[in-house]
């Protein structure tokens, strides 16, 4: 970014702010004191938004980041020496600075390849088949991105698929959600059918992409795996004090119905932007557009540009890729500058 | 507390909301998007106003809360099978679920005794010495609260005292300053006289006591010791990815001055209630009232009508002991019913 | 110790060599080559000779050391975020150097006192029922040594008054059993009695003490806490390749039942000096003998006459307190020979 | 194996016994007692040894096996947030149950692939340059493994070069010498040739395959990186009491040139096999024989055969791959014999 530009932010959906019904609860939070480590009004009542909304009874934790939650999800599915089955593009191997095996002390990740980010059936039992001796850490966990790292989206029926063979060999099944809302917006089904009805037994759902300042909800459909979390939760530096304000912004996306909607106008965002990127000359997008991200491939002079442009985006695999986030407060008008400064860039 | 009645907060200053000069700057983060991780217009700000603050060019790290920041600054400090020496009753040894030895995989603290909740030289001196071989974590770091858990503060002297012993046995010096603003505001002196000028290496310094929604920032004064603290933050999942939301409301009250009057206004609460619950027939403060907590021993009976009443407090040290903690917000009107509700149930 | 004397033995049992009948079947298992990492002939062999030993269907396991040995099995009966309840003299708390959080990534040890070494009921409970809030970590071990680190024995009759408490609070039992023949031989009841019978969910049973080289077995009777147990001891190091060198000596100790009269044997040696301690002019022992290990007060001259002597010897909580302890191999002799140097010094 | 025939040994080298020459020094260690934890006789003389063998005042302690020798080194060199840089088939990797993670607290490994089981200084620069964001663990170790797992050896040029990336990124050098000795007694160097003059800061030096029942010894050259290290081994159960058992049967190996000469031996039973093998019809060796294993494709009817007479040996790389270990102690007649069975399943 040049210091001459208003930087103009795509580089992830994490660079958003507060979404308005986060703020409201947020500030009503704050008209008075309240209990501290979720003894709150708050916090009680979003679990309880929580289990509505996926109509499920499970367990609901609130963490203050994603590489925490997932990290704390997988240390209670697994002990150290299990291993966790994930994409080989997976945040959890790439992006957290070797955070699930720090929380977990030592479970090794094994990583599958598989089309468009996706783990595959054959992929996950390639891996546990491969060999069953002491001296492989026995796999024990099924760690599954959706939206992925690609931003692509795994269908009810392969989530089914890959319960059936975490049922086989006895895995876990683990679902980071790091974009949850907008895999329910974009395949426009609800958090229940997208979860504990096709065999997950814990969720990490991310409010921060979604519109807060911090904070993952942690839904346990397996219950039995969520014995003593909080005082794993408190051990690891992740229980708030102040939770409600943790709680209530959460409350906020809730209540309000933000989460979905913030979500699926992310989503129409980035439809609207490949759109217009495939509409230009020789541009072509590495993955399927089917949540808030758009991948393409672009000329290094065009990347080059972009920069001086203030733009902020990811380079992905290798020199010519390019990652475009959307989130809730993205507008058409900001994509119609990317999109005429790439034209620009082109010609 | 019972549901009738209106709950009133003097368990802990963590029951208290973000104060205004925090609210404004997170309100003015929130107007722009911003770079994640760090990356954005706040965070580097914030650190250089610590800098400035404690007149010296120490490295600043931001966390989400106290059991994380003293544990990762414990494990920056020691190796796994080095001891820490603090007092019996601090809050690292009994209130944070084994999260030091959590985050350090396995550092063991080391407890003395000693009047007032304070460490002195003869204690740390007798664990030290007191055996040498390799069975024993050897002692590497003396980790202090700075006011103690029972509200009591270390002069400088006592502090470079406790540096003398460091010295000695060439052990490193971790302040926990979950209070860290009451302390230098009781004591009228600046940070700097309290920490790097008498031989602190490390310093957690709480914002969420302080008038925060979360976020504690660290600093190291021995910047040997932060050497790729960075990664630490990020493995350990505290590395907010909106950290502007901790940073800007941190810089609001760093500009305003707000972290040393929100800490006068809780120490003067707290005296104004040691002075009042002194001159009831009877009742005997605990430990002297040194910054924003008091400590008073109360007969059953009178517990029992507290709550009953509504109040919130902890009870400390077997039955009779009784915890009052002031925040930025407690009012003379709060503490007036409180003295007169003890009154009535002495009577 | 100094170099122009023989050393004379009596510091630990560990200063022993390996007896005659762990060397026999160490030779034998030399004789051909054999499978590694337990899949030899000697290994299952060991197993079931301490299943017919302890007239039970354990699940039994071999690793190198003591240290190893407790901290496995107790990180196998907790989560990080749990507490073991052990005697503030205890082995694991005093003398394995952080070990215990080591493997289990944090696991609190909390002490209680009790009179002898040992653990009672009260102490247990008094901890357990201390607090029971988030921010203390979970008591879900009590973790006995038999006999004690001081040589005395809990009788079958306290340690089912232990199982009871354990029963109360659902706590796991493990027995730290690094002198277990001894215990074994000198309260003349089987292992059986001892052990699952009075309800220990597991037992950690050492041979380097019993007349091996190395080669701990760690027993466990409740099987559901051996789940994936030698995935565990293989990834911290405790597998060993040629495991027919510590399973073939201890099947020697078993098949011949020197495991018993090597105890016998050492306990035979402690009560004689108990004995001639006993009847020296103003010499006290510190415990009662009731295993391999003589404590006993002696003045500081007598002390350093003693080493000036060539003997070896721990002293034992502050001054005046010195630790014998006899082995497989002790005589009378030698035993003699200490009482009279030790008369010589006191007059 | 089937039951009816006797086992066959190539399977690996662990499966040997104990040589002479070591059996020699732990009969003789058994003669006296001795003091515990390496204050005995024999294990300052065999650390004293290992630095006249190497020429270099390096830093020696003695483990139980090497998952732990190579694992606390690596710990050693890296904290939790820090990667480790290995070859992708390399043993730490693939063979430890995810031993480094464990013992490091996280440290990833990251893996590069190279000919012939070896890294290579490009294979390496990619993975440091790749990215030096904080979500990605920063590089801060190579570990190679001389020989290395497929049976390879770096020439002194291509460590020299390795040393070169290191020193350009400022990673430190470990090198896992499960076959050290036969590495030296291929390349006809001696050890200060192959480790610390081309810049090795710590080596992990198998005793186990070269003729002990137990015991790696470790070598820091970098003696920097020893530090405390002693306490380390304690707290990770790796401290033998009767540590002469290990040091003594060493010192057997070093004075007596065993070491060597097992390995010259090892190495030349190699090749005779590999020679062997190459004259058969139809069969190709898959890696060049440079130590003490061959591995050879056989078609799988072969492989059945070998089975039903009773050769044990690990199958590699998929469906096709045999690997045979020599050790100090194999015979042409064994290899004769298997050589016999090929030729008979492939006619």
Chains 1, 2, 3, 4 share one sequence.
């Not at 490949?274 to 399927?288: K, R, T």
């Amino acid at each position: 970014m040049t210091s001459e530009c208003t930087p103009r932010f795509l580089a992830s959906d994490n660079t958003s702010g507060i979404c308005p019904e986060a703020m409201e609860y947020l500030l009503k939070a704050n008209q008075t004191d309240d209990l501290a480590y979720g003894n709150d009004h708050w916090t009680a009542r979003a679990a309880d938004r929580f289990r509505e909304l996926f109509d499920y009874d499970c367990e609901v934790f609130f963490v203050f980041n994603g590489t925490a939650a997932n990290s704390l999800v997988l240390s209670a599915m697994a002990r150290s020496y299990h291993s966790v089955i994930c994409h080989e593009l997976a945040h959890i191997e790439t992006d957290e600075c070797g955070g699930p095996e720090f929380f977990s002390n030592g479970s090794k990740l094994l990583t599958a390849p598989g089309p468009n980010g996706k783990l595959t059936p054959e992929g996950i039992e390639a891996l546990v088949t491969k060999r069953n001796d002491i001296h492989y850490p026995k796999p024990k966990v099924i760690s599954l991105t959706q939206p992925t790292e690609v931003g692509t989206l795994y269908s009810r029926e392969e989530l089914l698929a890959i319960r059936a063979v975490a049922d086989k060999y006895d895995l876990r099944l683990h679902m980071d959600g790091a974009r949850f809302a907008n895999a329910c917006a974009s395949l426009n089904v609800t958090p229940a059918e997208l979860t504990w009805q096709v065999g997950i037994d814990a969720l990490c759902f991310s409010g921060t992409k979604n519109g807060l300042a911090f904070g993952e909800a942690i839904l346990f459909f397996n219950r039995d795996l969520a014995e003593d979390f909080a005082w794993r939760c408190k051990q690891a530096g992740q229980l708030a004090s102040k939770m409600r304000f943790v709680a209530a912004p959460w409350l906020g996306l809730l209540e309000s119905g933000a989460w979905r909607t913030n979500a699926q106008h992310a989503n129409a965002m980035a439809s609207y932007l490949a759109e217009g990127l495939s509409a230009l000359p020789g541009i072509s997008l590495m993955f399927p557009t089917q949540a808030n991200s758009v991948f393409v491939e672009l000329p290094p002079a065009v990347i080059e540009f972009l920069r001086q442009r203030g733009w902020t985006f990811y380079t992905f695999i290798g020199a010519g890729g390019v990652r475009f986030v959307c989130a809730w407060n993205t507008t058409t008008a900001l994509l119609d500058n990317l999109i005429a400064d790439i034209q620009t860039a082109l010609s």
